[in-house]
């Protein structure tokens, strides 16, 4: 029965290597001791099952050969009492007290896989509960990403329509300059008329 541990069959091979070329599942990747632990203890209780099997039959067939050597009237209850014994067993039935180890054996292993078949159930849960979380927080980062990123179009286009209108501004005020230069250069001239005809009224005024 220890041989499970230290020399696998066949069969466990089989499947550790299916469940490792599947291991794209989140859980199968978390919990590979678990899965390890849950086949070792299905061969166990397979092995265990087949092995009593097999020491039914021979007490069987002893009991046969014995009834063939007795001999006498008794043979035929004999043979009708062993055809009687079942074939198979069942592990979900009570065995009979001879068998007692060996049930209370098998008992807690499947006690033992169900409670594993539980965590395992509670892990896959809260690992599916995790991803929706994961789900929910990157669709928050999106859209605040997508915020962010209307934000800064909206500045940069606001920068844009400040440096447009600056630049207005800036040819607004420079024509502002040109039309006060050309406004002082009439003024200066219009002053130097006024400075010429003053000096024409004063010659007038002296030749009289």
Same mark, same amino acid.
């Given at each position: 029965?220890?041989?499970?541990?230290?020399?696998?069959?066949?069969?466990?091979?089989k499947m550790m290597?299916?469940?490792?070329?599947?291991?794209?599942?989140?859980?199968?990747?978390?919990?590979?001791?678990?899965?390890?632990?849950?086949?070792?203890?299905?061969?166990?209780?397979?092995?265990?099952?087949?092995?009593?099997?097999?020491?039914?039959?021979? /007490?069987?067939?002893?009991?046969?050969?014995? %009834?063939?050597?007795?001999?006498?009237?008794?043979?035929?209850?004999?043979?009708?009492?062993?055809?009687?014994v079942p074939e198979?067993?069942?592990?979900?039935?009570?065995?009979?007290?001879?068998?007692?180890?060996?049930?209370?054996?098998?008992?807690? %292993?499947?006690?033992?896989?169900?409670?594993?078949?539980?965590?395992?159930?509670?892990?896959?849960?809260?690992?599916?509960?995790?991803? /929706?979380?994961?789900?929910?927080?990157?669709?928050?980062?999106?859209?605040?990403?997508?915020?962010?990123?209307?934000?800064?179009? %909206?500045?940069?286009?606001?920068?844009?329509?400040?440096?447009? /209108?600056?630049?207005?501004?800036?040819?607004?005020?420079?024509?502002?300059? %040109?039309?006060?230069?050309?406004?002082?250069?009439?003024?200066?001239?219009?002053?130097?008329?006024?400075?010429?005809?003053?000096?024409?009224?004063g010659t007038g005024?002296?030749?009289?």
């Amino acid at each position: 029965m220890w041989l499970y541990f230290v020399h696998p069959p066949s069969w466990y091979r089989k499947m550790m290597w299916r469940t490792d070329a599947s291991s794209s599942h989140s859980v199968a990747t978390m919990l590979p001791s678990h899965c390890h632990v849950l086949l070792i203890l299905l061969g166990i209780s397979h092995d265990t099952g087949s092995r009593l099997v097999r020491e039914s039959e021979g /007490r069987v067939g002893r009991r046969q050969w014995r %009834a063939r050597k007795d001999g006498g009237a008794n043979t035929t209850d004999n043979t009708t009492q062993v055809d009687t014994v079942p074939e198979r067993f069942d592990l979900n039935k009570e065995v009979s007290p001879v068998l007692d180890g060996e049930g209370n054996f098998v008992g807690q %292993a499947i006690s033992l896989l169900q409670r594993l078949n539980e965590r395992l159930t509670a892990l896959q849960a809260l690992d599916e509960q995790q991803i /929706r979380r994961l789900e929910s927080l990157e669709y928050r980062l999106t859209k605040i990403e997508v915020q962010g990123q209307e934000k800064y179009e %909206a500045l940069r286009t606001e920068l844009r329509e400040v440096s447009r /209108r600056a630049q207005q501004l800036d040819w607004q005020s420079s024509k502002m300059d %040109a039309s006060l230069e050309g406004i002082k250069l009439d003024t200066t001239g219009l002053k130097h008329g006024q400075d010429q005809l003053r000096g024409l009224h004063g010659t007038g005024d002296t030749t009289t």
